[in-house]
């Protein structure tokens, strides 16, 4: 099902109630010592250097025929999750001692110590009579061999891979007391073609790069794509004839609407928390000023007057403050104001120029791009601005933008020359660089919210 333009209506996957409504705990499996001890396994994540956690994760058995391949599927995408996130070391399936055929039955403990796991997860794939697949996972503790968590979940074939990254969000939250960000998306602007003749089209994949799907055809410029934090809805800019146009575009069932044509230009259109309105900056002469719009009701409301350029408006996660880029003091730095407008204080405080802030959703943290020596770097500093970390920096970094428990930062790369953009990934302790799979170049990422 398409609409005028082509487009698939209906972009995919149940919601996450629907995953879950067959969810049941998995209770001791025999043999094994008493499941969900009262001093649960926590493993705290420091700032600092870190050796990443041997974890084992053999292939999930096959509960009925023909389902090995999924069970293989299942494994690899945890142990993808798992190794990108930095915190966990998947250890090699050639050094596996013990062949997991039966998960009801206690792990061979000795076997798996004995490769240094400290951590194992096995798992089994059924296909049921009505069809749909059953899945179930143990964590296990080698060390004190017990099983740490155990569930099971019910959901049709075809969304196996979104499984997989539900139950990568509960090992990393069983291990770390954080919230996973495995079952989330991004949108981010595709690019192809020449440097001189790019052609960019919004795009929406999974975390880990899969399920890319394209929401515009590329006959018109897109920007700025951000995401709304409490629906899975999409604000962004369109450049075609005439006046720049900002749309909303529903994920789920492909249907976008005008929010408004703007005389001029706008930037940077961002969703408050509660999904009810969107902050944007728009160009009058030659500074431009932070105008908010209730989307029920389509009002607008001015909240900067300043002879400057004030822009990438970014809410905190409760709706009280806003992060913005302006150049009143000079040259760009970020400044925090009162979410309905008022006296704004500038946070920002170190050599060259500040840009692109972005507030974390847990609210610790400001995310930005840095400009200074010839080099862009991406950092955070707390929300006072104190603290500034550079997570990393090069000929061109830009366009930070947080994983849904603040705890990753992915950003675009312009190597220079004839080259185009990349998306990279950093941990807010600036470890574990990694590159993020896309089918051609890409720019400008905004993460989702957990799926719903």
């Not at 025929?65 to 998947?90: C, H, M, Y």
């Not at 997989?164 to 595709?190: M, N, P, W």
């Not at 004839?418 to 590159?435: A, C, W």
Request: hydrophobic share 35%; with cysteine; proline share 8%.
């Amino acid at each position: 099902m398409t609409d005028k333009d082509g487009l698939p209506n209906m972009l995919y996957r149940p919601s996450r109630r629907q995953i879950i409504a067959g969810m049941a705990a998995l209770g001791a499996a025999s043999g094994g010592r008493n499941a969900f001890a009262q001093a649960p396994k926590r493993i705290p994540i420091p700032e600092g250097e870190f050796v990443p956690l041997p974890i084992a994760i053999p292939n999930f058995v096959a509960g009925t025929p023909g389902d090995a391949e999924v069970g293989v599927g299942v494994a690899q995408v945890i142990t993808n999750n798992l190794k990108r996130s930095g915190l966990f070391a998947p250890i090699d399936p050639a050094a596996h001692i013990e062949r997991i055929t039966n998960i009801d039955a206690a792990p061979q403990f000795q076997s798996w110590k004995q490769i240094s796991a400290q951590f194992l997860v096995t798992g089994r794939m059924t296909r049921q009579g009505d069809g749909r697949l059953k899945a179930e996972f143990r964590l296990w503790d080698v060390n004190q061999q017990q099983q740490l968590t155990g569930q099971q979940y019910q959901t049709s074939p075809e969304y196996w891979r979104r499984i997989a990254h539900i139950i990568s969000d509960q090992i990393y939250e069983r291990l770390t007391s954080e919230k996973g960000y495995f079952d989330s998306r991004v949108v981010f602007v595709d690019e192809t073609g020449s440097k001189e003749r790019r052609v960019k089209r919004l795009a929406l994949m999974d975390q880990d790069g899969a399920n890319v799907r394209y929401l515009t055809k590329g006959s018109d410029l897109v920007l700025t794509p951000r995401f709304s934090p409490s629906t899975q809805e999409i604000t962004y800019m369109e450049f075609g004839q005439g006046d720049p146009r900002v749309y909303l575009f529903n994920v789920e069932t492909g249907q976008r609407e005008i929010v408004g044509n703007f005389p001029g230009m706008s930037f940077s259109p961002r969703f408050s928390p509660d999904g009810q309105r969107i902050i944007m900056s728009l160009q009058q002469g030659g500074n431009s000023n932070l105008f908010v719009m209730d989307l029920r009701s389509k009002s607008t409301t001015r909240l900067t007057d300043t002879p400057a350029i004030d822009t990438s408006p970014s809410y905190s996660p409760d709706g009280a403050r806003i992060c913005f880029e302006s150049d009143r003091g000079g040259k760009p730095q970020i400044y925090v104001m009162p979410a309905t407008g008022g006296g704004a204080q500038r946070i920002s405080f170190g050599e060259g120029s500040y840009s692109t802030p972005v507030w974390s959703p847990r609210g610790d943290y400001i995310a930005f791009t840095k400009q200074g020596g010839g080099q862009f770097a991406i950092g955070i500093m707390k929300t006072d601005g104190s603290g500034e970390r550079i997570l990393t920096s090069g000929f061109h970094n830009e366009g930070p933008t947080f994983a849904p428990n603040g705890r990753v930062v992915m950003f675009f790369r312009e190597p220079g020359g004839s080259g185009g953009p990349s998306l990279f990934t950093v941990d807010i302790s600036g470890r574990n660089e990694l590159r993020v799979p896309t089918p051609g170049f890409a720019s400008d990422p905004a993460w989702s919210p957990l799926l719903s």
